[in-house]
């Protein structure tokens, strides 16, 4: 514990998924469990700190801040507070498919400036620190963690699911993740031809046309708790993700929300995931087309399979909730640069 109590402001960038686990989550805990003063903004309200707030500040940790106004307002911040740049994607190694206005050199240049005037940068996975680590000097892993309480919600919301419902395969996410979709398409839409009682559900971007099939969709719901309800029913979760930079910066959080809500999970092969998934016990880790086709029928086949995977996905989701021990890993790195 640090000598004296910090004030320790939070500014997340959108009410998103990134938003929600990288600040308000983390703040959230830190300010009911922490000695330190601890507060932030309601979820969707920007703000940055006039000079009279911010002479009451000790750490300030801001959300990807990035272009001209970005970089002015961190020059006009420097020595006055702590400030921290929070990221937890490779803003600098973006695909043009994802986030194409990120793949401007003039903007990346702001993002560059904006990591060099931080006093500390907090990342997502050390993979990402690694990508950041020539441009600043204290970079600093926070890996996502999820509210405990969405492993006995989620277990509440199942029992009361409709018998005879058609068994779901689930996937979330939004427009940049086409280059992931556009890998397992083929095998995907073999799946689905193959069974055609199955449901396939997309959460948040609508890619039924790869699979040439209109599916169940639904939009991204900014109450997260909505969202969590609104994909309670997968009884299969995949997790594609394409062999590129910007993707192995990427965390394992969409197969930590599954593992809570004890939904197997087919995932890629890939960097992220491959630590975190228990190939053959908590989902299926795949390489080619041939797995993801062959992994997707097995779990669909195999009801006593999905059931034991649910289980033992829900005890690894245990040891990530972050009002046990994740909130802590925050406190710390502020404590470190505000101390």
Avoid at 301 to 321: F, I, K, Y
């Amino acid at each position: 514990m640090t000598q004296r109590m910090l004030t320790i402001a939070g500014s997340a960038h959108a009410p998103d998924g990134s938003g929600y686990y990288r600040f308000y989550l983390p703040f959230r805990w830190m300010a009911e469990k922490s000695e330190h003063m601890v507060g932030m903004p309601p979820i969707g309200q920007q703000w940055m700190p006039s000079d009279a707030e911010l002479a009451q500040i000790d750490v300030l940790a801001m959300q990807r801040p990035a272009g001209k106004p970005g970089v002015r307002q961190m020059e006009q911040m420097q020595g006055k507070t702590a400030m921290v740049y929070e990221t937890d994607d490779d803003m600098l190694q973006v695909d043009p498919s994802g986030l194409p206005h990120l793949y401007d050199e003039s903007m990346r240049s702001t993002i560059r400036r904006c990591i060099r005037l931080a006093d500390m940068v907090t990342v997502s996975t050390p993979y990402l620190a690694e990508q950041i680590e020539s441009l600043n000097d204290n970079v600093v892993v926070l890996q996502n963690h999820i509210n405990g309480e969405l492993i006995s919600e989620s277990e509440r919301w199942q029992k009361e699911l409709p018998e005879g419902r058609p068994l779901t395969v689930g996937w979330q996410g939004g427009t940049s993740h086409l280059m992931d979709m556009v890998t397992i398409a083929d095998p995907l839409r073999q799946v689905l031809a193959d069974n055609p009682d199955v449901e396939m559900h997309f959460a948040g971007f609508d890619y039924s046309p790869l699979v040439k099939r209109t599916c169940r969709w639904s939009t991204w719901q900014p109450d997260v708790w909505e969202h969590y309800k609104a994909t309670s029913h997968f009884d299969i979760a995949i997790a594609p993700l394409a062999d590129h930079p910007f993707n192995r910066s990427k965390s394992h959080l969409k197969c930590l929300e599954a593992a809570a809500m004890g939904t197997p999970i087919v995932a890629s092969d890939s960097l992220p995931y491959r630590d975190f998934v228990i190939d053959g016990k908590t989902g299926f880790l795949v390489s080619s087309e041939e797995d993801w086709y062959a992994r997707l029928n097995e779990l669909i086949h195999d009801a006593d399979m999905r059931a034991e995977m649910s289980v033992a996905a829900r005890e690894v989701a245990r040891g990530w909730q972050i009002q046990e021990t994740g909130w802590r890993l925050w406190e710390s790195a502020y404590e470190q640069v505000g101390g």
